[in-house]
């Protein structure tokens, strides 16, 4: 198995790096984009737009011959939709860039790890994925932070693990306590991930295989996400994958003592 920490492979603490990725994905190869303001504004204001575009063409679709064709309509309706998943997860992201520790409150892994796996059943149900946790600890472990980052991380990396994983196969979230930090960690056994991607796992837009259907439902920035969650919450991401064999994802946040002994 590799272990990563993908802190190791960031030396551009402000991001600049990321934004690059951005501006790519829009051909714009030569403009570099480093005003995070900028491409906030830029995500909301593409919303909008989009979100109408995407009524008329349910509108259109009722029409019949006037409507401009099945396969149209249907391109159409992928990269609206592709392309307000893009201005959304944006958007995620630059919240959880500002995201502020004074506002952070303390919680349990536990509730997490239930929202979460409630959010995924739907999903992991269709593929006939078992989703299990085992005999953990989690109501004990106590973090200080933003509950619903939080939670959209740990749903992130489940939503992940469903996707890249094979129907039948099993899905195992973990929590535990490890000297002072608390981990919750969710292992697949999926199509896992080569060595040479994993440097670049945690960039924005970044994709193993971009041909791979479950790629192309993505956008890349659900990694993004989670590795700038972690970071404003003082803790980190990591991941240990084999390909052919699974990924394990480990989110490691520093643990609220102060909780624990409230609430112990
Ligand atoms: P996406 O929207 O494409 O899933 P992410 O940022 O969440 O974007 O993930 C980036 C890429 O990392 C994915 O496209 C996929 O190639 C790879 N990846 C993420 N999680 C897993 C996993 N559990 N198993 C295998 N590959 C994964």
Known sequence: LLLVTPFAFLNEADGAAKLISFVDIQDVKETVVNDRQ?????AHDLRNPLTTMLALIEQQDGQGESGGGEAFLDDLRRLTNYSLRVAQ???????????????FLP???NELASEALDQ???????????????DDDGGNLWVSGNYDMLLRATVNLLDNAVKYSPPGSAIVLRM?????????????????IPEQALPQLFDPFFQVDKRC???RN??????????????????????ASEVGRGSCFRLVLPAYAMGEEEHA
């Open 89 to 103: 997860d944006f958007m995620q992201l630059s919240r959880a860039e500002h995201l502020d520790p004074a506002s």
């Open 213 to 215: 259907q479950s790629a």
């Open 218 to 239: 993505g956008v890349g920035l659900g990694l993004p996400f989670v590795r700038t969650v972690m970071e404003r919450h003082g803790g980190l991401v990591e991941v």
């Open 38 to 42: 900028a491409l906030r504004y830029m």
């Open 176 to 192: 535990e306590r490890a000297q002072q930090y608390v981990c919750l960690s969710v292992q697949d056994q999926g199509i896992g």
């Open 107 to 109: 919680l349990t892994l």
């Open 120 to 134: 995924i059943g739907g999903a992991a149900d269709q593929k006939q994925i078992a989703l299990l946790a085992p």
